[in-house]
């Protein structure tokens, strides 16, 4: 019998077999299990047991790695929603900002980006809509998000890029975004974005004392915190359509206390009923490695992932659940347990999971007017650049990122996590270009994470969990 392309999931009492031509998860007994990666013989499998692989079989499981060739399944049809499809661009109105965050990717303690001066200027701005505009004829509705740096800077810019807006998008539904320290937000700014019903993102680590361990003005005297929480305060008093419209964004630094930073997001007043989308540093590029090692952390975050899958179970109620949690939960229920199970779930063509359709999804232009994949990227790297707004989409940049797993083909080929793998050309970047050694280097970290992502549900199965939680 061939080697089937299969993975083992050891649970406490259990073993189980994840199929992964077909997504299929099935329990498996040891002699089973052990026959099925070759470390055991046939004559030892009992007639129940040859029958069980004989059912997998008649499914389409069990079959060998079938994967040939690494190439996206949508490689012949970007050009064509380049072109016609967009409905989203953010615009990095500066480069600048009047903060000076540790973990920033200009703060210098990245390689090849820091901070400087260069603002985007309107006819740039301008050119960059209406490159939205040509690109967007079959898109009923668009958004449009400002970052930068501290796009604040830049309210002049802004102002007149939504004024701009309602003119070329007319007969569309047009929405716009913004991602803010939150300290210039004067009372005239927070009047006009409820007026022109923005969602913005604010960036809030937690507790001043967390808050301000990272996030300090650009004096590098001063914390922050103090000025961001006066702010949301003010947008409380005098606005409270935008505050429904308003999220955080937390940084996660394993230096500081996670049941503090915990505690602040769930029962501060204000804040406890805003949501945050929490993400630790990045590491990409980073020039000191990032090493989580603080054991009090993991012990709390265990926990609240436990509360969070007991919410799966139907076992406590949706507020006692860790905002900081709530990604990972929404892993298991929406990629694992909505995953497609088929036998044509792997074609011999293939692309393994991870990369978005760039230009599509979060299709960003820097102040220089040069065109990215998404505001993640590092924007020094050649690969990572995607055309830009005056020449247009660079189709080649485009497939090339598309196609990252190119890099890593014989490994991608092989690898059981090939439906669930997390990694993109950010990821695959080595400060200069998309490197093959940049991407391996995470590829145990990404099957880990895949390994007890499937663990949590099969778990979750056992105890009779019907995922229909809304998380
Ligand atoms: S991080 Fe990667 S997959 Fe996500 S939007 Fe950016 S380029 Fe796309
Ligand atoms: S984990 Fe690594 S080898 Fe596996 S699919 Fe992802 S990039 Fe490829």
Not at 33 to 60: A, Q, R, T
Not at 281 to 310: A, C, H, P, W
Not at 398 to 419: M, S
Request: charged content about 30%.
């Amino acid at each position: 019998m061939d080697i089937p392309f299969v993975h083992f999931i050891e649970t406490h009492n259990d073993l189980y077999l994840f199929d992964v031509n077909t997504n299929m998860i099935s329990k498996v007994n040891e002699r089973i299990g052990k026959y099925l990666s070759g470390h055991g013989k046939k004559e030892d499998l009992n007639n129940e047991d040859l029958m069980v692989i004989e059912n997998m079989k008649s499914m389409g499981m069990l079959c060998p790695d079938q994967i040939e060739r690494i190439e996206h399944p949508m490689s012949d049809f970007i050009e064509d929603i380049l072109e016609n499809s967009m409905n989203r661009l953010t615009i990095q109105v500066t480069q600048n900002c009047n903060f000076r965050c540790e973990y920033c990717v200009y703060s210098g303690s990245y390689y090849n980006r820091v901070h400087n001066n260069k603002r985007m200027g309107w006819d740039t701005a301008k050119a960059a809509l209406d490159f939205l505009e040509q690109h967007s004829r079959n898109s009923s509705e668009i958004n449009v998000s400002f970052y930068g740096g501290e796009p604040l800077l830049e309210m002049d810019l802004i102002k007149r890029c939504v004024d701009y807006c309602r003119m070329i998008f007319k007969r569309k539904k047009v929405s716009f975004n913004l991602t803010t320290n939150a300290s210039l937000l004067s009372d005239e700014v927070i009047k006009y974005f409820e007026k022109e019903k923005f969602s913005v993102m604010v960036s809030l680590d937690g507790p001043q004392e967390v808050h301000d361990k990272n996030r300090t003005f650009a004096d590098g005297k001063r914390g922050t915190f103090n000025t961001v929480i006066e702010r949301i305060e003010r947008i409380r008093e005098i606005a409270p359509d935008l505050l429904a419209n308003v999220t955080f964004n937390a940084v996660l630094d394993d230096e500081n206390d996670f049941s503090l930073i915990n505690q602040y997001f769930s029962q501060e007043p204000i804040i406890k009923d805003i949501f945050v989308s929490a993400n630790y540093v990045n590491e990409t590029n980073r020039k000191d490695k990032i090493v989580q090692t603080n054991q009090k952390n993991y012990i709390e975050i265990s926990n609240q992932r436990f509360i969070g899958l007991m919410y799966l179970m139907n076992r406590v109620s949706r507020d006692k659940v860790s905002k900081l949690v709530v990604r990972e939960l929404s892993d298991i229920k929406e990629t694992i347990s909505k995953r497609k199970v088929s036998k044509n779930v792997m074609q011999p063509i293939n692309h393994p999971a991870g990369p978005c359709l760039p230009g599509v999804q979060r299709p960003f232009v820097n102040a220089y007017g040069k065109l990215f994949p998404c505001e993640r990227v590092n924007e020094t790297c050649k690969d990572m650049c995607i055309g830009n707004i005056y020449d247009g989409f660079d189709i080649e940049a485009v497939k090339r990122f598309l196609n990252v797993g190119q890099v890593t083909e014989e490994n991608c080929k092989r690898c059981w996590a090939f439906n669930f793998c997390t990694q993109c050309g950010v990821t695959s970047d080595n400060g200069e270009k998309i490197a093959s050694e940049a991407r391996l280097e995470k590829c145990e970290r990404v099957r880990n994470h895949v390994d007890n992502l499937l663990k949590d549900y099969i778990v979750l199965k056992e105890c009779g969990c019907d995922f229909t939680q809304s998380i």
